[in-house]
């Protein structure tokens, strides 16, 4: 997801008091951060790692306090900067910017202080509960990042909340299920989960980037702290265990809904140097049991105007830098290849002179979503969810029928919500959808 225009705070949690869960394809964009060939390795950690998962993203005002103590306390700030490092406290709650460069700490006492340009500012984690961005309750201590100013001065900046693993795991294992789901579906979903964000920790680390995960289905959704019981309950009873293939933590994918066949992470993201952990055996579609026909995304049924949906496409091709930047008027979209369970890998796109252009399925899902402006935004009841379809181009109306919600490489929610009501174990329930893994104990 790329965030375009933020006038103020962009929480990239999202809204953690909502009480509809909406499931989506989890890490549909997630292979965004490369990797130079021979740092993909990721070993299983032998004690618990923190994590740095992107709160806010290019925010250029924030209000920081406590989730418990909204109109008091003290906020206890770290800075680093060699010999001058210190730490001070200020009024709770605070407004945090970026003037010049610097990150500006204003309290609603009138008491400011202002950081040395270009330096990240931590404010540290309270004794008791949580602080709260804009009012939303996040575990960990956090990183005021800032990043480019404008030439008034005024600079955007990322908010990173830095905390153990076992901390982050609840408010994700929360907010990618229904928390009426089994026990054994969150114990699943907590071992994936950790999974995942232990491998993008290990790329993130080689890199030198700033933070470890986004909290936004670019990774993984992250909703905060949260009070679920059987979030809570899964996490610890699963604390450490990871899916490892060969002795590496394995980058284990999950959506929605798969809709009775999988994708593989081969035919869906980069494989090329960095990206040597898509070519996985687990991660591959091979013939397996689903149950995910309770799902609503289950099938799927859009239309959309053909003159607008070549006019995504193009945008698509233009800010992505592919050759359908160039699509006249759609006339047809058909699958060119499929994978060995009959999903398909790429479709071909003709257009009204005949050309033809290929995409990749997620790509064609993507692009089919694409905004552009001055045309209304896609709604949820209109998003293509899949980029398993048939589409039918019949003059200005395009049909789109598809299967399934999300990438489809990986675990598939709804049918492990289903095992789990079945009463399989969550180690058979996560061990089916990765074919040739292990489920190990990194860390107790």
């Known amino acids: 997801m790329t965030i375009r225009s933020i006038p103020r705070s962009t929480l990239i949690v999202g809204a953690l008091t909502a009480v509809v869960f909406i499931l989506v394809g989890v890490v549909s964009c997630s ?136 901390t982050y795991l609840p408010g994700v294992v929360a907010k990618e299920l229904y928390p009426t789901w089994p026990l054994a579906a969150f114990q699943a979903q907590a071992v994936c989960a950790r999974s995942y964000a232990l491998h993008e920790r290990a790329r993130a680390r080689g890199t030198g980037r700033h933070f470890d995960v986004e909290s936004t289905t670019q990774d993984q959704a992250f909703g905060g702290a949260t009070d679920l019981a059987v979030a809570h309950d899964a996490v610890e009873s699963t604390r450490g265990q990871v899916l490892t293939y060969r002795g590496e933590v394995l980058r284990a994918y999950y959506s929605s809904t798969s809709g009775g066949r999988a994708a593989s992470a081969a035919d869906t993201w980069p494989t090329g140097p960095g990206y040597e952990f898509n070519l996985l055996p687990p991660l591959q579609a091979v013939q397996r049991e689903y149950a995910d026909d309770k799902s609503p995304a289950y099938r799927w049924e859009r239309q959309r105007r053909t003159a607008r949906l070549s006019l995504r496409l193009r945008r698509y091709g233009e800010e992505q830098g592919k050759p359908v930047k160039n699509i006249g008027t759609l006339v047809s979209i058909a699958a060119s290849e499929t994978n060995a369970v009959g999903r398909p890998k790429a479709y071909r796109l003709t257009d009204h002179t005949g050309r033809t252009f290929t995409l990749k399925a997620e790509d064609l899902r993507v692009a089919c979503n694409w905004p552009v402006p001055g045309v209304p935004d896609i709604t949820a009841k209109q998003r293509v969810r899949s980029g398993d379809m048939t589409v039918t181009v019949a003059g200005d109306v395009t049909t789109i029928t598809g299967r399934g919600f999300g990438h489809g490489v990986g675990m598939c929610q709804y049918s492990c919500a289903e095992f789990a009501r079945q009463g399989r174990p969550y180690r058979d329930i996560a061990l089916h959808f990765y074919p040739g893994a292990e489920l190990r104990r990194s860390y107790r």
């Open 31 to 166: 292979i965004s951060n490369p990797i130079p060939t021979g740092t993909t390795r990721a070993t299983p950690p032998s004690a618990e790692p923190d994590i740095r998962v992107r709160v806010v993203r290019g925010a250029t005002l924030a209000t920081i306090g406590h989730d418990d103590a909204p109109a008091g306390g003290l906020l206890g700030l770290r800075w680093d900067e060699g010999a001058r490092g210190g730490a001070d406290a200020i009024a709770s709650p605070v407004e945090i910017t970026v003037v010049g460069g610097s990150v500006v700490v204003r309290a609603t006492t009138g008491e400011t202080f202002t950081h040395t340009p270009g330096k990240e500012l931590t404010i540290a984690e309270p004794t008791e509960g949580h602080l709260a961005i804009d009012g939303a309750a996040i575990p960990g201590a956090f990183t005021i990042h800032p990043g480019s100013s404008d030439a008034s001065g005024t600079g955007v900046f990322d908010i990173i909340a830095t905390m153990g693993v076992e």
